[in-house]
């Protein structure tokens, strides 16, 4: 018989440190949600200034988030590609909330 302690845990393979990988859920929703802000701002801008205006609205709604995620980059932690992925996805979902919020109001009052 071993001489091994009872009371000793097992070891463990268990990683600690999380991945540095985006998810594939992550980046998903972060296009999803800029496709639909995108939608919005080109509907918007190209009714008031026609399909150029629109077009620039479209790419318009990604300089918003990329600034933001540019702040976020003083953090050391936040400097990997899964925190700028996650980063991007809610800023993109805080601006779609947004925008419909203003295209219901402009709806509700039409």
Known sequence: ???????E?????IETEQSNKPSA????????FSAILAGIMFIK?????????GLGGMVGSLIPAAIIVGLF???KRLRNSRSRWKIFM???FVFV???VAGLLRYLAAA
């Not at 845990?9 to 393979?13: G, H, I, K």
């Not at 859920?25 to 999803?32: D, E, G, K, S």
């Open 1 to 7: 018989m071993s001489e091994q302690n009872v009371y």
């Open 9 to 13: 845990a097992p070891a463990s393979n």
């Open 25 to 32: 859920i992550v980046i998903l929703f972060a296009i999803i």
């Open 45 to 53: 801008q190209s009714a008031a200034m026609g399909v150029v205006g």
């Open 73 to 75: 980059q003083i953090s």
């Open 90 to 92: 809610w800023t993109q």
């Open 97 to 99: 909330l947004g925008q």
